[in-house]
């Protein structure tokens, strides 16, 4: 069932599970939870049906230190949330990256889920890596391949949404915004108010789960901390601290020598069912650099100084994938780019790659874990309140020296590594130097991967949530966002937190099943 919150009047329900967030893993979740349990799962989303500007008034937030890009874009208050806007990338992380970086729990105990999350996505199971792969990176980067979802299965609202709508489990409630959460005797009451503020609905229950992105589940644990006694932070010191993304910048050039072998290299992949795959190059598991190095990966993008072709295409598929049509603009484009897109067609069915836009040169990215660092914080303001009266969310976030080093390191090992081998036949790296690295990182504000300020751990004092993503001082609360990840890891962070959804959800269908609570 879908209902909005605005004109509703005053509204109660109880329900065994409450869910905050139906975005990218909140409304999948809601779902799959009450599949396996067959219990009601009332769901609520701040936003509405669709969020149509870039940024939404309820994502502003107090910056200090460096301006976090992330903090008020990439964010999305919506059914479907980000993911009505997400590029797609899709690869768990290696147990390398968890290894010996404060992780309670390793990736034998998520990879049971990843073909259920591949189903979801509409994705070819296999290797994340391509075996044939024809060169030898001297055993310091290996290749590993994302898996792209098709355009029209990346927003969970079209691939989920009508499943989720006529459950008779599952209640999705949109413009209701959480803005009071009170914990007693091991289970929870929270208030939600419409967007004007006239209309309110209170739900009780016995769990708690905050899908609500790294950013918004980080400020409602603080805030459900400050309602309740500060509880939370008195046994999780770690709370809203350690707020890490990943950094990237462009370090430097590909000369090409054989551009079309280059294409055919390195250029996006099709697969069978119409999604894609791209290769990125990761620090190799046992890489000696791994001793002083965080977790990283290179990858090859082009810049066109002129819109082409494949920008007409890209506009194109994102606005099927926001549930809307193309403007006439785009459709002119098609017409006015007509030669590169035949070769385009035929580059994606004979070669079944996509075709480097006419005259973009190639560029080399690179991109890394930051290290973890408790004064790179998420807080509530002291003086700064949204439309309800609840204070903002306030962050301090910085890109430090040691930041620059690692990637600098990172770009010159890759570039040593690639210009090594037999690849530098067809291409070689021409690498900025490391002021220019470190000037330009010092404006990248983040690549919207946030994770860290609700970390995992395996006691209180270590982290916010157990292994189980149960708050320490709350159990009858989870938290289920990027934040919950203790590293950002060598690779994009969704399909992490999408395997400890499945997990979750498993874990709760077992519990009842089992007859436990």
Not at 252 to 260: H, I, K, P, T
Request: proline share 5%.
């Amino acid at each position: 069932m879908l209902r909005n919150l605005s004109g509703a009047g005053a509204v109660a329900r109880e329900a065994p599970f409450i869910v905050i967030g139906a975005g990218t893993v909140g409304l999948p979740f809601a779902l799959r939870l009450a599949e396996l349990t067959g219990q009601r799962v009332v769901c609520l989303e701040s936003g509405g049906a669709v969020q149509e500007a870039e940024t939404h008034p309820l994502n502003r937030v107090v910056q200090h230190g460096m301006e976090y890009g992330g903090a008020e874009h990439g964010r999305f208050r919506c059914l479907g949330g980000t993911s009505t806007r997400w590029g797609g990338a899709l690869i768990p992380f290696q147990q390398a990256d968890l290894a010996g970086a404060g992780w309670p729990i390793a990736m034998d105990q998520l990879l049971p889920y990843l073909g259920e999350v591949e189903a979801l996505f509409g994705l070819e199971p296999g290797a994340y890596s391509d075996g044939q792969f024809p060169a030898e990176l001297g055993g310091s980067y290996i290749n590993r391949l994302a898996k792209w979802p098709e355009f029209r299965k990346r927003n969970v609202w079209s691939l989920v949404g009508p499943a989720a709508r006529s459950h008779p489990l599952v209640e999705i409630w949109t413009d209701a915004t959480v803005t009071a959460i009170a914990l007693d005797q091991g289970k929870v009451r929270l208030e939600a108010q419409s967007l004007d503020g006239q209309d309110r609905l209170s739900v009780s229950g016995e769990r708690l789960v905050i899908a609500a992105g790294a950013i918004e589940t980080t400020r409602l644990a603080l805030l459900m901390d400050r309602q309740n006694g500060g509880c939370i932070a008195a046994a999780s010191p770690a709370l809203g601290r350690y707020f890490t993304d990943h950094i990237s910048v462009v370090v430097g050039e590909l000369v090409e020598r054989q551009r079309a072998a280059l294409n055919r290299i390195i250029g996006f992949r099709f697969g069978a069912r119409g999604a894609m795959r791209n290769i990125r190059f990761e620090l190799a598991p046992d890489a000696p650099a791994r001793a002083e190095l965080p977790p990283g990966f290179a990858h090859i993008g082009f810049d066109a100084e002129v819109p082409g072709g494949f920008d007409v295409l890209r506009d194109i598929f994102r606005a099927l994938q926001q549930r809307r049509l193309p403007g006439w603009g785009s459709l002119w484009g098609l017409l006015a780019n007509a030669p590169w897109l035949a070769r385009a067609v035929w580059w994606r069915f004979v070669h079944k790659r996509l075709l480097f836009p006419a005259g973009a040169g190639l560029q080399l990215h690179m991109v890394a874990e930051q290290e973890p660092r408790a004064d790179s914080c998420i807080a509530l303001s002291a003086t700064e309140t949204d439309r309800f009266g609840q204070p903002l969310a306030e962050i301090d976030w910085r890109v430090s020296a040691g930041d620059v080093a690692h990637v600098v390191r990172h770009a010159q090992d890759f570039a040593a590594a690639w210009n090594s081998s037999t690849l530098a036949a067809l291409g070689r790296i021409d690498l900025h130097d490391a002021a220019t690295i470190g000037s330009d990182l010092a404006h990248s504000g983040g690549i919207y991967h946030p994770t860290g300020s609700t970390r995992m751990g395996a006691s209180a004092a270590e982290g916010v949530v157990d292994p189980d993503l149960r708050v320490f001082a709350a159990p009858q609360v989870q938290l289920l966002a990027t934040s919950v990840l203790p590293t950002g890891g060598g690779a994009n962070p969704t399909m992490m937190l999408m395997l400890l959804a499945m997990r979750c959800a498993a874990q709760h269908g077992a519990l009842a099943q089992g007859g436990g609570a």
